[in-house]
Every structure is written in C-alpha cells, then in structure tokens.
C-alpha cells in the first residue's frame, strides 16, 4: 500500500470552488479507480486556503494508472488555475 499526499493551497476566493469540485465529483470518481482504497481531504488549521489531499493506493502502478487518466488529464489543469502556488506531492510507502 502507498500513500500519496498532495499539498494545494488556493486564492482565497477560489477556496469554495475547489471544495465544490472536490465534494460533487472528484471524491466520487476517484474513489471508482482500481486500486483507490481511500481518500482524504484535510485543512490546515491555521491557513484555511491550504488543504491536503491523502489518496491511499494498493500499489505504485493503481496510482500511475490514476495519473496516467484521461479524467485526471482534463481535471488537474482545470484545479491548477485556482492554486495561489504550485501544488506539491509526495508518494509514501509504509517501513
């Protein structure tokens, strides 16, 4: 199993845009690719324009294959406009 978090902070006004985003279809979608077995959206306490996305994979490969979508090909280009700076990501494995 891996762990794939994902760091967006947003402007300010596109905060509520991105949640709507998040919440009416890509939690759903998500969700229905193979090897997606959960997915998290957390807020920082302190900058509420900065959340973190934690997506739990059952490999490196369900994950690409994810990356590698066509719905993921069209979405993130669309969710980078709303970032007030570049997303950061890292992928996990358990020791």
Same mark, same amino acid.
């Given at each position: 199993m891996i762990t794939r978090v994902?760091?967006?902070?947003?402007?300010p006004e596109k905060? !509520? !845009?991105?949640l709507h985003i998040f919440y009416e279809?890509?939690?759903?979608?998500?969700?229905q690719f193979e090897g997606c077995v959960k997915l998290?959206?957390?807020r920082d306490s302190?900058?509420?324009d900065l959340y973190f996305t934690l997506s739990y994979w059952r490999s490196e490969e369900d994950l690409e294959?994810?990356?590698s979508? !066509?719905?993921?090909?069209t979405t993130w280009p669309s969710l980078r406009k709303l970032f007030s700076e570049r997303a950061q990501a890292w992928t996990l494995t358990p020791q």
């Amino acid at each position: 199993m891996i762990t794939r978090v994902v760091k967006m902070a947003f402007q300010p006004e596109k905060s !509520e !845009e991105f949640l709507h985003i998040f919440y009416e279809t890509q939690r759903v979608i998500i969700h229905q690719f193979e090897g997606c077995v959960k997915l998290d959206l957390l807020r920082d306490s302190k900058n509420p324009d900065l959340y973190f996305t934690l997506s739990y994979w059952r490999s490196e490969e369900d994950l690409e294959t994810y990356r590698s979508s !066509e719905y993921f090909k069209t979405t993130w280009p669309s969710l980078r406009k709303l970032f007030s700076e570049r997303a950061q990501a890292w992928t996990l494995t358990p020791q």
